[in-house]
C-alpha cells in the first residue's frame, strides 16, 4: 500500500475572505434562509448552465450514442468533480469550491473533442486563435447567460482562478494561452492582492496556478487516464491481442512522436513496467475492469501531498500539489495507452476527421454569411438574438471571426452534424428539424 504523505492542511485558510469569495459584479446578498457557501452556489450556477448541459452531447474519447455506457464530457466532468471532492478533503479546502471548478473545466470544448478545438484554433490563426481553456473562461465570465445585470456567471474569484490553467498571452511559443480581451478585462482583478504576476509574455517563464487550480487539473488527470483507460477496455480497443511487447513499443513509439525531445522522463522500461502491472492485474481469476479501475484512483488520489511554498502563505498561489514521480510515470502511461490505440485507431481517426472537416466547412459558411459580401442576406443564418451582436461589429472582422467561433463552440457534436446536413447535403431536411 502506498504510504500518505504528509499534507499542509488548509482548514484554517481564510475561505470565506473578501479576496477568495468576491464577485466581479455587485449582487444582492443572498436571502438570510439560503445557508449555502458562496462555492456551493457557484456550483449550483455551474450545473444550471446551458453550457454544462450542452457538455452531454460532445465528444470525450467516443462521441456520444456510439456505444451504450460509454462516457461523454459530462460524465467525465461528473467524475472529475467527484475525484477533486476527495482530493480537497485530503488538502483540507472546501470540497464545494474545488468540485465547482472541476464541473466547469470543460465548458469552453467544442464538438468532436480535441480534434475540433485542434480545428477551431487552425481556423482562427488570423484572429487570437482558439484554446479550451481560454474558451472556458470566455463562457464562465462572458457567453453564459445567467442575469441582465451583468455577463457570464459571476463566479467567485476563487472558482475562476481554479479554472484558468494558462493564464499566457498567444505567442508562438506557447500552444497554450488565454485570449487578450479576457487576460485585459479580467487578469488585474483576478490577481489582485497576491504576488502572481496577471500575464506572462516570456515564453519560458511559468506561472503559479492557484492550489484550487492544480487539484482540478490533478483530478482531470486521474479520470482522463483512468476512466477513459476503462471506457477503452469495456469497447474492446485497448489491450488487443497483441503481445505486450507489442504494446510497449507502439506505446513507447507514440511517447516519443507525443513529446518534444526532453520533456517526458518516461523511458521505454518504465512503460513496459507500468503495462505489465496493469495486465497482471486484470488478469486475476477474481478481478474485474471495475476494481482494478478503482485500484489506480485510489492511488492516484492518495498519493498527493500539499507543501506551503513559503512560510506565512498569503494567497492560494504560495502552496504546491505534490505528486510522486512513480504515480505521475502511471497516469502518463495509461493516457498514451489510450491516445495509441484509440485516439489513433483508424474507426475514431476516421470520426475525428469528419469532425474537423465539418467545422471547418461550417466556419466559413458562417463567416462569410456574417460578413459585408452577404448582402441583403447577412446573418441570416444566424439565431436572431445573435444577429443584433454580429450587426454591432460589422466592421471588425476579428470579432466577427470570434462570434462564428463562439456559435461552433458552444455546438453538440450532434448540432454541428444536423446544421452540416442541412446546409451542404443534398437529402431533404425540414426547417421544423431542431438544429
Given at each position: ?36 457557501s ?21 465528444t ?35 470540497d ?16 468532436f ?22 474558451q ?6 462572458r ?7 451583468y ?16 493564464p ?7 500552444n ?24 506572462a ?6 506561472l503559479p496556478?492557484?492550489?484550487?487550480c ?12 483512468v476512466h ?16 505486450l511487447?507489442?504494446?510497449?513499443d ?6 516519443q ?71 505521475r510515470?502511471?497516469?502518463e502511461a ?13 474507426r ?20 462569410e ?6 448582402g ?12 443584433p451582436?454580429l ?13 462564428v ?14 446544421l452540416?446536413?442541412r ?11 431542431p438544429?
Amino acid at each position: 500500500m502506498p504510504t500518505v504523505p504528509t499534507v499542509t492542511i488548509l482548514t484554517d485558510y481564510n475561505w470565506d475572505g473578501d479576496r477568495e469569495t468576491a464577485r466581479r459584479y455587485p449582487e444582492p446578498a443572498p436571502d438570510p434562509v439560503d445557508r449555502r457557501s458562496p462555492y456551493e452556489h457557484d456550483r449550483a450556477r455551474i450545473i444550471h448552465s446551458v453550457a454544462f448541459r450542452r457538455l452531454q452531447g460532445k465528444t470525450q474519447i467516443f462521441a456520444p450514442g456510439q456505444a451504450e455506457f460509454l462516457r461523454t464530457r459530462v460524465t467525465h466532468s461528473i467524475e472529475v468533480a467527484q475525484i477533486g471532492r476527495s482530493l480537497a478533503a485530503i488538502a483540507g479546502v472546501p470540497d464545494s469550491l474545488v468540485e465547482a471548478a472541476c464541473l466547469a473545466h470543460d465548458l469552453g470544448l467544442p464538438p468532436f473533442g480535441h480534434a475540433g478545438e485542434e480545428t477551431l484554433d487552425r481556423l482562427m490563426q488570423s484572429y487570437g486563435g482558439f484554446e479550451g481553456n481560454a474558451q472556458t473562461l470566455r463562457v464562465i465570465a462572458r457567453l453564459e447567460e445567467k442575469s441582465r445585470t451583468y455577463p457570464g456567471l459571476n463566479l467567485c474569484r476563487s472558482t475562476l482562478l481554479g479554472v484558468l490553467k494558462y493564464p499566457y498571452r498567444r505567442n508562438p511559443h506557447r500552444n497554450k494561452f488565454l485570449y487578450d480581451e479576457d487576460l485585459d478585462d479580467y487578469a488585474d482583478w483576478l490577481f489582485a492582492g497576491t504576488d502572481a504576476e496577471p500575464i506572462a509574455t516570456d515564453s519560458k517563464k511559468v506561472l503559479p496556478r492557484s492550489l484550487v487550480c492544480q487539484l482540478m487539473d490533478w483530478a482531470d488527470d486521474v479520470a482522463y487516464s483512468v476512466h477513459d483507460m476503462e471506457d477503452g477496455l469495456n469497447s474492446g480497443f485497448l489491450l488487443p491481442s497483441l503481445p505486450l511487447r507489442c504494446i510497449v513499443d507502439l506505446t513507447w513509439q507514440r511517447l516519443q512522436s507525443y513529446y518534444p525531445s526532453g520533456l517526458c522522463c518516461l523511458d521505454r522500461d518504465r512503460v513496459g513496467e507500468i503495462l505489465q502491472e496493469l495486465r497482471d492485474r486484470l488478469e486475476q481469476p477474481d478481478s474485474t475492469i471495475r476494481e482494478v479501475m478503482r485500484y489506480y484512483i485510489n492511488r492516484f488520489v492518495t498519493s498527493i501531498a500539499v507543501i506551503a511554498t513559503r512560510k506565512r502563505p498569503r494567497s492560494l498561489f504560495d502552496f504546491r500539489l505534490e505528486i510522486p514521480e512513480a504515480v505521475r510515470h502511471e497516469c502518463e502511461a495509461f493516457k498514451l495507452l489510450t491516445l495509441e490505440f484509440i485516439i489513433c485507431d483508424e474507426r475514431t481517426s476516421t470520426l475525428a476527421r469528419k469532425g474537423r472537416e465539418i467545422l471547418t466547412r461550417l466556419f466559413h459558411i458562417l463567416f462569410e454569411n456574417a460578413s459585408p459580401c452577404a448582402g441583403e442576406l447577412r446573418y441570416v443564418l444566424f439565431p436572431r438574438a445573435v444577429r443584433p451582436t454580429l450587426a454591432a461589429v460589422a466592421d471588425d472582422e476579428a470579432i466577427r471571426a470570434r462570434l462564428v467561433c463562439d456559435r461552433l463552440a458552444g455546438l453538440t457534436d450532434g448540432q454541428a452534424l444536423r446544421l452540416y446536413n442541412r446546409l451542404l447535403e443534398s437529402t431533404g431536411s425540414s426547417p421544423f428539424e431542431p438544429v
